[in-house]
């Protein structure tokens, strides 16, 4: 690869995955070969992607993909990973029974907007590290997503809330989920209940930009969502806030999904 081939991905992966996430034009996304599987370690198959419309594979990304095991603990990355223009595809053997989760592992990341010689400019630093610049706006970003995936029985270990900016946490197990059947989840952030937060599902067949099906979390920081038909669903919730560290930034900008499949009961 030429030096300035490798320049210009560098730069356009800059652009994708931590600009334009501040501005709201992306989504991420997990997709696994199955969601339950009653076979002796199977072959676990992901596609990891993310674009402006759901469910159509904008590009691949460099994040890693981690898998957690059924008792909690991280069991690695997957074996093998190819990143292609459009996705990011692994794999990794899963030899015990069990819910395992499958997430993103994406770094803080600061971005500011400020200002010189009347023009105004991105970059990728907390407003701090800019001592004397005319500062416009500066957004601390994380960004997570999740999908659960089961070998021949479930569990819920994985299901357990984790501390992290910002979670929708599966209150009905989220590969036992059927068409007409309320399934739960709770939002927190560090840890906290979040009441009043919408909580969206974009249905594999539909346009992937407008959410057939949406809530609203109560008192408890916790919503219910029905499914009409079966298929798949990206969950998504975002929180715009106030900075905690108003120091290194003045909005904390934290968006999440979650990937879950419908099924009709036999």
């Known amino acids: 690869m030429s030096k300035h081939v490798a320049t210009c991905i560098f730069v356009a992966t800059f652009f994708t995955a931590v600009i334009t996430p501040v501005l709201g034009h992306e989504q991420q996304w997990i997709l696994p070969n199955f969601f339950y599987i009653n076979h002796e370690s199977p072959w676990l198959g992901m596609e990891h992607t993310a ?35 459009t996705r990011t595809v692994g794999e990794m053997e899963l030899r015990e029974p069990g819910t395992y989760r499958i997430e993103t592992d994406h770094p803080v990341q600061y971005v500011t907007e400020f200002e010189v010689d009347g023009k105004k400019r991105w970059i990728g630093k907390s407003k701090d590290q800019l001592p004397g610049k005319k500062i416009l706006q500066s957004a601390h970003r994380w960004s997570q997503t999740t999908t659960f995936v ?23 197990h989220p590969n036992k989920i059927f068409v ?6 709770r939002v927190l952030s560090r840890g906290q209940l979040v009441p009043g937060q919408e909580v969206h599902a974009y249905p594999e067949m539909g346009s992937g930009h407008n959410a057939t099906l949406a809530a609203v979390t109560n008192a408890d920081g916790e919503c219910e969502l029905t499914f009409p038909s079966p298929g798949k669903y990206l969950l998504t919730t975002n929180l715009r806030q106030d900075a905690k560290d108003s120091s290194r930034a003045n909005i904390d900008v934290f968006n999440v999904s979650v990937l879950v499949e419908a099924r009709k009961r036999n």
């Open 51 to 85: 674009g402006d419309q759901r469910f159509v594979p904008g590009h691949g990304l460099g994040s890693p993909l981690w898998i957690i095991h059924p008792e909690g603990w991280r069991m690695g990355r997957p074996s093998s990973i190819f990143v292609g223009q």
């Open 150 to 172: 089961t070998v021949k029985k479930y569990t819920k270990r994985v299901l357990e809330p984790t501390g992290a900016f910002l979670e929708i946490v599966p209150v009905t």
């Open 180 to 185: 007409g059947k309320g399934f739960a989840v």
